[in-house]
């Protein structure tokens, strides 16, 4: 049976761009819509699922990155955010409130597919991981889900935050350094960087450990790299 086509959602108010990536997305195989500001955007979130947003961070009413932290912190769809602005901080910023990616303008139709793909296969639970979970402390990791759960609660985790847990899940008890880390993200995104890395620990443990100050599960090893301890 064929899977369904990807919905993803593009949000920007620049009318010739939006209908632009609509279009190209709808002609290499996305089931694409768009809408110009965060209400529209909510209201097509409330009518039907969304794999992927295509978030610009220059919004009238509430911006591009309020929405995103909004998102996250509800269990958000997939989110690529979308700027003329590319210096590092801005792309800091945009993953510190939870993107799996950032994109500045102008952009290559090339790139944005691959960007998009990349992010869709993180979230994709691959073909062998079925009935396969993990478990540390009060949290059981479902590897085909994608889903985490605490003492049975749902916790709101990034597609690149899950990808980062499953990374470090799958080498425990090992100090794994900031290239270790972007080689092994690398076989699911396109090029992190070592900022990164930091910025997507920080928010690991925001949702993982009881003190985000004094982790016990993610630990930081000086001059080395990160040390994940499922047993504490």
Excluded: C
């Amino acid at each position: 049976m064929n899977r369904p086509r990807p919905h993803l959602l593009v949000v920007d108010d620049d009318e010739g761009l939006r209908e632009l990536l609509v279009r190209y997305l709808n002609d290499n195989g996305y089931a694409t819509a768009g809408v110009a500001d965060g209400e529209a955007m909510k209201r097509h979130l409330a009518s039907r699922p969304v794999d992927l947003l295509l978030l610009d961070v220059m919004l009238p009413g509430e911006d591009g990155l309020s929405l995103a932290r909004a998102l996250t912190a509800a269990g958000a769809p997939g989110i690529i955010m979308l700027s003329a602005r590319g210096q590092e901080v801005d792309r800091i910023v945009g993953l510190e409130v939870g993107a799996d990616d950032y994109l500045p303008k102008p952009f290559s139709h090339r790139e944005l597919l691959a960007r998009v793909a990349a992010v869709l296969r993180r979230r994709r639970p691959p073909p062998d991981a079925e009935g396969r979970s993990r478990r540390f402390g009060p949290f059981t990791v479902d590897l085909q889900a994608h889903r985490v759960t605490r003492n049975g609660e749902p916790v709101a985790l990034s597609s690149a935050e899950f990808a980062l847990l499953k990374v470090f899940l799958e080498h425990p008890d090992r100090v794994l350094g900031r290239d270790k880390l972007i080689e092994l993200l690398q076989r699911d995104e396109h090029a992190p960087f070592d900022r990164m890395i930091d910025v997507r620990v920080t928010r690991l443990r925001r949702k993982i450990e009881a003190d985000p100050a004094q982790p016990v599960y993610l630990r930081t090893v000086w001059g080395e790299g990160y040390l994940f301890s499922p047993h504490g």
